[in-house]
């Protein structure tokens, strides 16, 4: 580690305000009085003199460690004392969740458009590297100022393998998890992280997420409404997972060009493509990327 970073003291940076708290750490907008630049501090919960450090700072550390890429977030150094770890970020202005709640009427289309293309670029290389995010939402999707992309929040990312090995289901915020997840899926892959883009989509052109429930089932039950209730021909094997139930209410997919009536007919094809209940014919983000919706996109 001290090849990489410059192991700095904690009394560099000087706190600023916080960030936010997820469940392993706290965020905090800090300066660092060397540079002068703001920097995101995490801090790191545990007392790890006491409790170890957590898994899930460690797997943050060495996952971000292989991800240099313009659309995820850089992991500048880590500051350890006594007791805590302090991961050191690039600070970004704002996430996609605030910028969405700041607009006034609908996010203009080519705006949608270039946001969506750089979280794909950043999802598309994480795989690229056999690595799956797990917990893509708009509060992990960071926007700077001039609209530039970063994703942040590697704590439940994890390398796979192929042929797949079981995972916990216990992954991805509730509204942006993956149907296969809902229904106890523990061997997955790369398309629960193209469901959760699909989503972030949804939320871009609704300005509210497509599918809100406070628990599985009943978020199972608002993705049911929207995409009908699956059956062997959608989704062959589906009957057979530890979730299904025969007792589900029967639903009937939407039409979401009546969805999102404002969005342009490739935008939908797109999300179309995400938000497939079988996870088998999810369109990977190497594959999105060249959707002719981005056709603008790839001029010179």
């Known amino acids: 580690m001290t090849a990489v970073f410059g192991r700095p003291e904690l009394s560099r940076f000087t706190t600023v305000s916080v960030l936010g708290q997820g469940a392993y750490g706290k965020v905090y907008k800090a300066r660092d009085t060397q540079s002068g ?14 409790e170890g450090v957590p898994t899930t700072v460690l797997r943050e ?42 607009q006034e009427g609908p996010i203009p289309a080519m705006q949608v458009k270039r946001i969506m293309y750089q979280t794909l670029e ?4 994480c795989h690229s ?37 079981p995972y916990t289901n216990e992954v991805q915020t509730l509204w942006y998890r993956a149907p296969e997840l809902l229904l106890g899926a523990t061997e997955y892959s790369v398309g629960i992280d193209m469901w959760s883009v699909g989503c972030i989509l949804a939320d871009l052109l609704k300005k509210e997420p497509l599918f809100r429930a406070n628990n599985e089932q009943a978020q199972f039950n608002e993705i049911m409404k929207v995409m009908g209730t699956p059956t062997e021909a959608v989704w062959p094997g589906v009957t057979q997972m530890r979730g299904f139930s025969g007792s589900f209410a029967t639903y009937h997919r939407l039409d979401f060009h009546t969805l999102f009536p404002e969005a342009e007919p490739l935008c939908i094809d797109l999300m179309e ?17 060249k959707h002719p919706y981005f056709a603008e996109m790839h001029i010179s």
Do not use: W
């Open 273 to 289: 493509k995400m938000l497939v209940l079988d996870p088998s014919v999810r369109i990977s983000a190497k594959q999105a990327l």
């Open 122 to 125: 950043g999802v598309c290389f």
């Open 61 to 102: 550390i060495c996952l971000l460690r292989e991800l240099t890429h313009p659309h995820i977030v850089n992991l500048k150094d880590i500051v350890v004392t006594e007791r805590r770890l302090y991961l050191i970020f690039e600070f970004v202005e704002s996430d996609l969740r605030k910028f969405i709640r700041a």
């Open 129 to 165: 590297r056999r690595i799956m995010h797990r917990d893509l939402k708009p509060e992990n999707i960071l926007i700077s100022e001039d609209q530039t992309i970063k994703i942040a929040d590697f704590g439940l990312a994890r390398a796979f393998q192929i042929p797949m090995r």
């Open 37 to 50: 630049l703001f920097i995101a501090m995490k801090k790191t919960l545990h007392n790890f003199e006491r």
